[in-house]
């Protein structure tokens, strides 16, 4: 009886080192290490890699979904769209980013209908794509 439960309290112990070792996460990160690509941001070393077009045209390779319709916006059934801001001003839907030169953005990032809403206000419920200009 005393040996079964020093066994079961053995293999316990030993169950639990290994659990502990297999949730360690592998190897570590060096600062050498490349770092992961945001969903909702696109930055300045993702612009400059690829000599795009215009802005929707980076938006629609680089992250693609931002630019997804959504469904209807009331119970008429009219189709809403994501409202693009650049440094707070409010510039439409994305065919504004179709007239926007790559020359002089920081970075673009977006906020889903829920984050957009409570941080712009009405009017933001297909969500934003907030264009930040680098400084000159």
């Given at each position: 009886m005393v040996r079964q439960m020093?066994?079961?309290?053995?293999?316990?112990?030993?169950?639990?080192?290994?659990?502990?070792?297999?949730s360690g996460g592998g190897a570590k990160s060096s600062p050498g290490d490349a770092p992961t690509r945001r969903s909702d941001i696109i930055n300045q070393t993702e612009i400059q890699r690829v000599q795009w077009r215009d802005a929707?045209?980076?938006?629609?390779?680089?992250?693609?979904?931002?630019l997804r319709q959504r469904g209807a916006d009331t119970i008429t059934g009219e189709q809403g769209e994501i409202q693009i801001l650049l440094d707070g001003v409010r510039l439409g839907g994305p065919s504004a980013l179709r007239n926007m030169p790559l020359s002089g953005i920081a970075s673009l990032q977006y906020f889903d209908p829920v984050t957009a809403a409570s941080r712009f206000g009405l009017g933001f419920s297909h969500g934003a794509i907030y264009i930040t200009q680098s400084a000159r």
């Open positions: 020093i066994r079961w309290s053995l293999m316990a112990c030993f169950l639990a080192a290994l659990g502990a070792c297999a929707y045209d980076m938006v629609a390779n680089l992250r693609p979904l931002w």
